[in-house]
Every structure is written in structure tokens, then in C-alpha cells.
């Protein structure tokens, strides 16, 4: 069973959420800022309400956004944060290319002075979501890098990463390193059976390396923001998170391959496969997991 991507996201638009944190400042704050905001410390926080996970970041010195969800969301993102500032954004970065991560540029614009992604996450944004009058409704990337970028928010540096096809072909992580916070994107559906499609560009080889390198790269301590989460109290993790979107991955790929080299087809892999075989997970909707058998299929014929 294919999902598309509308259903995914009318599916997931109330699963992603994050952690409530205990401080009487924080939280004062977070009542001021408006629904949807939840706090990490006084500079740094995350937006949820309709799509992927957004942070937040807001200094004298800078101020940054990763990823925009949709136009009407991306308003009431601005809204809570002109109560914080009155500067324009510096960056807006964006994960990869999928409207409930990218459409919300178009509406913030105007407030932000670059746009940044990888290259392959512009490139994919243009072809997958604009073209012709599409294109009036997108904001693109006016700033790419290839694997590495970094970027000066004052006290606040952000270090980009891209290294190889994930969930897409042009996914990134962003490291806020004096925060020592990192935007996962849709790396990691925490507790989730993810969207993934081969027509994205996307691996499920590579993105178990890309989480080995993240899971490699930071210590215990760093705060991991996820892009959707099936408990809307774990958008924000740990590195143990990482770990576990790897090994669903690496038992979803484990298990096609043994039955289809014991000579099923695609189509008697997908009919066969049950959550109870993959604890822990939930489907953001009914089919997901099919559908990403059907997906781990056509990569292993490959």
C-alpha cells in the first residue's frame, strides 16, 4: 500500500511535540510566546503545530529558524517570536526538501534575510514542489552548501552537516554548538515507521550510515530535535534515539531481504509484514510499515 505524501502529513501534523521544562522563567516565557512554544533555555526552543518540528533561536546577537512547515503555521511562529525580538531572522535553514518542512518559507520570506540548505535539498525542493505556477508559492534556498557550512549568530555558532542520503537526497543536520542542540529533521520519526520513497533520493543503506556518524559525533549530553515523534513528549532526545531509528531501519532492511531472497515478491513481503515484528513502533497511519517494505524492496533489487 503507497501512502502519498498529503496523507502522511494530515496523519502526523498532531504527533510532533516536545518537553515542558520546569524553570518558572522558562516557563512565564513560554505562556508569553503563544501556543505551540516549548522552551530549552532563554535563547533556544521549538515550534510545533502543523508538519515537521521547528527550532528556534533568538539572541541580541542573531537569530535563526530550522525549517518552516507551512504558510499558516510559519505566521504564528512569527507572531509568538516578534514578542522575543524585533530583528530579522538571520538564517532560515531548511532539513530537506518536503512541504511540511519547506512550504512555510514563502510566508517567511520577508522576515528572513538567507535561506539555507543543502544542495540537493534546493534542488529537490525546485523539482518536487515548484515548477511553473507552483513556483509562486515556494521560497528557495538563496544560500547551498555541498557537506559543510558554518554559520555566525554572535555567541551562537551553527555548524551544517550533510552526509549522506537519508530519509531524502539532500538531508542536513544543524548543531547550534554553544547550545549544543541538533535539528535531526526527519532523520529520526521517533518511535514511527517514517516516510520514505525512492523518488526522494533517499537510502535506507546510507541513512543508517548518516545516523552512525551523527550517534559518533556528539556526546551524551547534546539534545536531539526530532521531525516528528509518535509521543509527543519525545521530539526532543537523546543520542539513544538515533540508535533506535537505526536499528528499525537496519531490521526493516534485514528482514525484506531474507524473504525476498527466500523468493517472495514484493507484493507477498509487504501483505506479510506486521508491526509485531518491529516493537516499539507505531504507524503514523495504516500501510506505513507496507510501505516501507515495498521501499526497502525496490532498493534491494537495486
Request: contains cysteine; neutral net charge; proline residues 3%.
Amino acid at each position: 500500500m503507497l501512502l502519498t505524501r498529503r496523507d502522511f502529513i494530515k496523519s502526523t501534523s498532531i504527533l510532533a511535540g516536545g518537553i515542558l521544562l520546569g524553570a518558572s522563567k522558562l516557563s512565564a516565557l513560554q505562556q508569553d510566546l503563544g501556543k505551540g512554544f516549548k522552551l530549552i533555555n532563554d535563547n533556544i526552543g521549538i515550534f510545533t503545530e502543523r508538519g515537521g518540528t521547528i527550532l528556534w533561536y533568538v539572541s541580541k546577537e542573531g537569530a535563526a529558524i530550522v525549517d518552516s512547515q507551512f504558510p499558516d503555521s510559519a505566521k504564528n511562529l512569527m507572531d509568538g517570536l516578534k514578542k522575543k525580538t524585533s530583528r530579522k531572522i538571520d538564517f532560515l535553514f531548511n532539513t530537506h526538501h518536503h512541504a511540511d518542512h519547506t512550504a512555510g518559507n514563502f510566508y517567511l520570506k520577508d522576515f528572513v534575510n538567507t535561506i539555507a540548505a543543502n544542495e540537493n535539498c534546493a534542488r529537490l525542493q525546485k523539482e518536487k514542489n515548484g515548477g511553473g505556477e507552483k513556483d509562486k508559492t515556494q521560497a528557495y534556498p538563496n544560500f547551498t552548501f555541498k557537506e559543510h557550512s558554518s554559520f555566525d549568530l554572535g555567541k551562537e555558532r551553527v555548524e551544517a552537516y550533510h552526509y549522506f542520503p537519508g530519509h531524502t537526497g539532500g538531508d542536513s543536520i544543524y548543531h547550534f554548538v554553544n547550545s549544543n542542540v541538533v535539528h535531526m529533521g526527519d532523520l529520526v520519526f521517533n518511535g514511527l515507521c517514517p516516510y520514505f520513497f525512492i523518488t526522494d533520493e533517499g537510502s535506507f543503506r546510507t541513512w543508517i550510515k548518516f545516523l552512525d556518524k551523527v550517534h559518533g559525533q556528539f556526546p551524551n549530553d547534546t539534545k536531539f530535535i526530532f521531525g516528528h515523534s509518535a509521543d509527543p513528549e519525545k521530539v526532543i532526545g537523546t543520542r539513544d534515539d538515533l540508535a533506535k531509528m537505526k536499528n528499525y531501519i537496519a531490521q526493516l532492511l534485514d528482514y525484506v531481504e531474507k524473504e525476498k531472497s527466500a523468493g517472495k515478491t514484493k507484493e507477498q513481503i509487504s501483505a506479510s509484514i506486521s508491526l509485531a515484528d518491529f516493537k516499539g513502533y507505531v504507524e503514523p497511519r495504516p500501510g506505513m510499515l507496507k510501505t516501507n517494505a515495498e521501499m526497502a524492496y525496490e532498493e534491494l533489487s537495486r
